[in-house]
């Protein structure tokens, strides 16, 4: 890494910016060492307050975390939705947003997907791998944890086969804001009865039908659908700010 120039005050803000660049470069990967602040320090010619608050800028962002110790240093963390989702979060509660005006908001993603994808030449493929997630919870259907786990990878699937990647980090964002609830979706799928699950199973079924069939209005519907149906019975009570039920990020 180069040496950053510039005046004193901009030093914090010239060193976070070239380590978020390298990060969203994929040039640092996930897990990936800095080294400690005294090789930061000697790396990019900066005095140590100058460093700490890069690096201060650079943790709030999500991006690295400061490990304490001798085996500690500065690791990289990749850019990930739940980044999005706590500012999103923040935002959202205080415009005193409902947890059902995101789930709302999630179905209306989810349900144009569903159409988009019903009007693409690739469809069937899409459909084979979304296939591929539901025989996998067909295969869970006794594990509530493994069952959830495998409902959430088939809607951000169905999502991130748009090939939207806004749209897809808008949706992966408030799949986390309903994750940090007292009952997120996925886990309340799993603890449906079994006779619930494979209704959930079922409707799935259909949804890839109408889109190997290429009928996108119908796909749509469904879903929407589908989605209402599952915020009927899974989502926590109506009126809940978002906020309220939050626990820790994971």
């Known amino acids: 890494m180069e040496r950053i120039a510039g005046p004193a005050r901009e030093k ?19 897990g990936a060492s800095l080294g400690h602040e005294p090789e ?16 201060r800028i650079l943790e709030a962002e999500g991006l690295i975390a400061v490990v304490r110790g001798v085996r500690g240093g500065v690791v990289v963390h990749a850019p990930h939705p739940r980044m999005v989702a706590r500012t999103m979060s923040v935002v959202l509660e205080a415009r005193e947003t409902t947890l059902d005006d995101v789930f709302e908001t999630l179905t209306g993603i989810e349900a144009g997907a569903a159409r988009a994808i019903a009007t693409m030449r690739r469809r069937r493929g899409i459909a084979g791998a979304l296939r591929d997630i539901v025989d996998a919870e067909v295969k869970r259907l006794a594990d509530p944890d493994a ?3 495998s409902i959430d990878a088939f809607h951000r699937r169905l ?9 897809t980090v808008v949706a992966e964002s408030l799949h986390e804001i309903l994750r940090r609830t007292a009952g997120p979706t996925e886990r309340a799928a799993g603890l449906e009865p079994i006779a619930g699950r494979r209704r959930i199973v079922r409707s799935q079924e259909r949804l890839l039908e109408l889109i190997e069939a290429g009928a996108a209005l119908e796909a749509e519907a469904h879903w929407r659908a589908h989605m209402e149906r599952v915020g009927r019975t899974l989502l926590v009570p109506d009126g809940v700010m978002v906020g309220e039920l939050t626990t820790h990020d994971r």
């Open 12 to 30: 914090p803000q010239l060193i976070a910016d070239e380590v978020r660049s390298l990060i969203i470069a994929g040039e640092l990967t996930e």
């Open 40 to 55: 930061l320090v000697a790396r990019f010619g900066v005095s140590r307050p100058s460093l700490r608050e890069a690096l």
């Open 147 to 149: 069952f959830g786990a």
């Open 159 to 167: 999502v991130a086969e748009t090939g939207n990647r806004a749209t």
